[in-house]
């Protein structure tokens, strides 16, 4: 067994939220800020690891504009891609050990104009599927099924949806791990042939069936935040610990900025009916 970095004095002073809180102890970015000046770097690589979803899309911008405005949040800088994409142009080998190997493949793909998906699948379904097949691999087995289950509530509530409304199922199945595969073969099947592959599969068929999309979001979150929970019961002072703090953070962001956004609009309303209540009659 490894051996793992332990965080006792770090991870005791956090202070605890759950999924009902109403405001955030602070930011993922702060939290991200934090973890650099706290953790050692092969844990801080696996967090940046973890990111690399921003990175993904000011790639596919600067594709598409070398000009355009990239994400802050992104490990990588403006100049770190471009150089990227100049070297696979020219045939040269990267050389660099921050960008991840599947951007090499995505950019030769996209500079040969080779879309490999049938059905005209996106240029964003291919960068998120050698996203996907590359946070598996990590080696950080916490982080690693994490990768796993957001790929397969993805593809599980795609598969749903484009069966209701009579699309081509396989054009909106990513990644390639075993249930993505099954989904893919076996498209016109009840269970799409992933019942017993997936053992979760009819919670997210419930979910799925949820008709009011703020009640269907919140309960995948939930159901994303109890996994969290269960799967670092025995995690206490490592980065496992941490990466699940990260993890249900970000999702605790996305509701506060929800409800702040659903509050705003509610007091807006508020004031404009008092003003239309308080409007003088005509001929004052």
Known sequence: MLFKNQYYYFIAGLPDFTFESMKLPF??????????????????????????????????????????????????????????????????????????????????KWLSYENPHEGGRLWEDMLTSLYMDYGMEVKNGLMADWFELNLNIGNVLAAFYARKYGLQIAKYIVGNNSVAKLIREHSNSRDFGISQELEYFDTLLRIAEEDDIYDREKKIDKFRWDWLE????????????????????????????????EGEKVFRKLINDLKDETKLPEGY
């Open 27 to 108: 930011t993922t970015e702060e939290f991200k800020d934090m973890l650099r000046d706290e953790i050692k770097p092969a844990d801080m690589m696996l967090i940046n690891k973890y990111f690399l979803n921003h990175d993904n899309d000011n790639l596919l911008n600067l594709l598409q504009n070398k000009d355009a405005d990239v994400k802050v949040e992104g490990k990588l800088f403006r100049e770190e891609i471009l150089d990227a994409v100049a070297k696979v142009k020219e045939d040269l080998p990267i050389n660099d050990k921050n960008i991840p190997p599947y951007f090499e493949e995505y950019i030769r």
């Open 230 to 261: 269960e799967n670092t019961v025995f995690d206490y002072f490592n980065i496992e610990y941490i990466f699940a703090y990260l993890c249900k953070l970000q999702i605790l962001e996305r509701w506060v900025s929800l409800n702040a956004e």
